[in-house]
């Protein structure tokens, strides 16, 4: 198979429609990524060149095509209960408030659904103590129609879910055997609890929210500055006062303007 041809002006051209559509930001550095990630779809397409695919993503008619070469061009690495430190605060903030309040929760990058269904089987096991009312949900969202989809089908490989407890995966899960050894199904009564729709962070975040809880975790490391800083904002301006903020751990604090307090590494208190 022939390597295609990737010019600086095509490098250029890709980066500014991924910046400007869905705010990914690409430097220098991930050019060789990006040509090596969009070469075999190329080919597949029968297309002979960078050129063409571009002109292919410029073509409004094309937009699932687009949402293909966005999935490309973003890794969704994830697993259960990833960072359990910031599920065992959240466990603590939400025993402590008033029992039958209301909750709702928000997954902001949710990718293929481990984040908000590792969520949904604290809250269930938090209202099967008694420790929160029965009035709560899930808000998964995600730029990628793609990663919807399989979140929505709930099949996860068994290893995705070591995090899991043995008490959990008991009852909210479901082995495959046969065909289907080595995969692991989301119950129907964790599945109900998380609605997920598609949504640009990049985009205004209108008619949804206001959240008790926000998760935005490992997605700000695809923006530039200017556009973490507008993005966080964003989806601060959903989050209730004194709510909880969670972005990952190793991404540090972003300089946002909306006040924000330290709980813990990655986990943040709006301000009143």
């Not at 779809?41 to 960078?50: A, H, K, P, T, Y």
């Not at 209960?81 to 939400?94: A, G, N, S, T």
């Not at 039958?100 to 293929?112: G, R, T, V, Y």
Request: charged share 25%; aromatic share 10%; net charge neutral.
């Amino acid at each position: 198979m022939a390597t295609l041809l990737f010019s600086d002006r095509e490098f250029k051209k890709i980066s500014d429609i991924m910046y400007a559509a869905a705010g990914l930001s690409f430097n220098d550095s991930k050019k060789s990524l990006i040509q090596s990630r969009l070469a075999i779809r190329i080919q597949r397409l029968g297309l002979e060149s960078f050129g063409a695919y571009i002109a292919l993503l410029e073509d409004e008619s094309q937009a699932a095509e687009f949402q293909m070469a966005v999935d490309l061009l973003t890794t969704n690495e994830t697993y259960f209960f990833r960072e359990p430190k910031h599920y065992e605060l959240l466990e603590k903030e939400l025993s402590e408030r008033r029992a039958k309040a209301p909750l709702a929760i928000w997954s902001a990058a949710s990718s293929f659904g481990d984040e908000a269904y590792s969520t949904a089987m604290l809250l269930a096991d938090l209202q099967m103590q008694g420790r929160i009312g029965p009035d709560w949900s899930i808000l998964a969202t995600d730029i990628s129609h793609r990663v919807l989809l399989s979140a929505k089908e709930a099949v996860y490989p068994a290893d995705r879910l070591r995090n899991v407890s043995p008490e959990r995966l008991k009852r909210y899960c479901l082995r495959g055997d046969g065909a289907s050894e080595g995969q692991v199904l989301i119950q129907d009564k964790i599945r109900q609890r998380v609605q997920f729709g598609q949504l640009n962070l990049c985009k205004p975040v209108d008619g949804i929210g206001p959240f008790d809880v926000i998760f935005l975790r490992n997605v700000l490391i695809y923006f530039d500055i200017p556009t973490k800083i507008e993005v966080v904002d964003r989806v601060l301006s959903v989050l209730k006062p004194g709510g909880l903020f969670f972005l990952g751990t190793a991404e540090g604090r972003v300089a946002c303007k909306t006040p924000l307090q330290t709980v813990q590494p990655g986990a943040f208190r709006k301000v009143a």
